[in-house]
């Protein structure tokens, strides 16, 4: 595995047509020794512009991710977003560009860990930040920026479609706080079995607000996920797979990320993922230990 500070990629770039959307997905059952992957909360890791969140005191505030019961079958819906979920946007002198990528915070020791597609930052130069559960140009929880980049050998190599997976590690805030500490965590599984349902993620770009669509997760291969939903466009890539969502929070267990085989897939209709192993397992052991 590598690890490079401060690093980003070409982003999410379209495959095959130009329709490069992202996502697929179901829960993970926890699987045998170091299958599952409970990250505990932690401390450390938010940026120094989550002045508002802290300054207005929310704590583990989250926002709920629509009725459990209502989610939408078929295509991706427009929604208002979670707190553990957000958009990667580059960032120059300060100001936002466009955001081009889905991350979302997962459960770790320093609670300053997030997940996304090793293809959306991989060899991206310049600055890259986090924006939980940005809707319609707010950022309720701050902006993060991404301090470190993990990403497999396998992938730094070959950009092997199966390791399509990266872990970021985010500043801390002024004061010390960690990000999870402010918008929860997803937990991270691996060996997650197919024919569950799954909710996925992402921020298509141009758009002002995340989708979301809930859909039985498939077995594309013995190594890659599928999840068959449309309007998962460009930019979706790196949403999460869900499952075991919990409605009052929004918050579940991450077993994939949109991309893997044609980076995501190069429909809006049918997404892809990477499927958790122990490679991931052992990548996030050392995203998680500072290495």
């Known amino acids: ?10 982003g999410d770039r379209p495959r095959g047509g130009g329709r490069a959307r992202r996502l697929s997905v179901c829960l993970g059952a926890l699987g045998a020794a170091a299958a599952l992957l409970l990250l505990a909360a932690g401390s450390a890791g938010s940026t120094d512009r989550a002045r508002s969140v802290l300054a207005a005191g929310r704590g583990m505030a989250i926002e709920q ?12 819906q427009p929604f208002g977003g979670v707190a553990a979920v957000g958009a990667l946007f580059t960032e120059t002198d300060g100001k936002l560009g466009s955001h081009f990528c889905t991350a979302s915070v997962v459960d770790s020791k320093a609670g300053d860990l997030a997940v996304t597609a090793a293809h959306c930052v991989y060899q991206r130069t310049g600055t890259i930040v986090f924006v939980p559960d940005y809707v319609n140009g ?3 929880y701050g902006v993060w ?6 990403t497999d050998n396998a ?17 801390d805030a002024s004061g010390g706080t960690p990000i999870e500490n402010l918008t929860g ?9 197919t024919g569950q349902s799954v909710q996925v993620i992402g921020y298509p770009d141009g758009s002002s607000e995340p989708v979301w ?11 890659q996920l599928e999840f068959d939903c449309a309007g998962y466009t460009t930019g979706t890539s790196g949403g999460p797979f869900l499952t075991g969502v919990d409605a009052a929070t929004g918050q579940g267990t991450v077993i994939g990320v949109i991309g893997g085989y044609q980076q995501g897939g190069d429909t ?24």
């Open 65 to 76: 991710l629509a009725p459990a019961a209502a989610a939408p079958a078929g295509a991706g």
């Open 268 to 291: 809006p209709q049918v997404s892809y993922a990477a499927a958790f192993g122990t490679a991931v397992a052992q990548l996030y052991a050392t995203a998680e230990a500072g290495g």
């Open 185 to 193: 965590a997803e937990t991270l599984a691996t060996d997650a079995p």
């Open 145 to 150: 920026p991404v301090t470190k980049v993990y």
């Open 1 to 10: 595995m590598r690890v490079i500070a401060g690093r980003r990629s070409d």
């Open 138 to 140: 707010k950022s309720p």
């Open 213 to 223: 669509c809930s859909a039985p997760l498939k077995g594309f291969s013995a190594t």
């Open 155 to 171: 992938w730094d190599s070959s950009q092997d479609p199966d390791h399509d997976v990266a872990f970021l590690r985010l500043s």
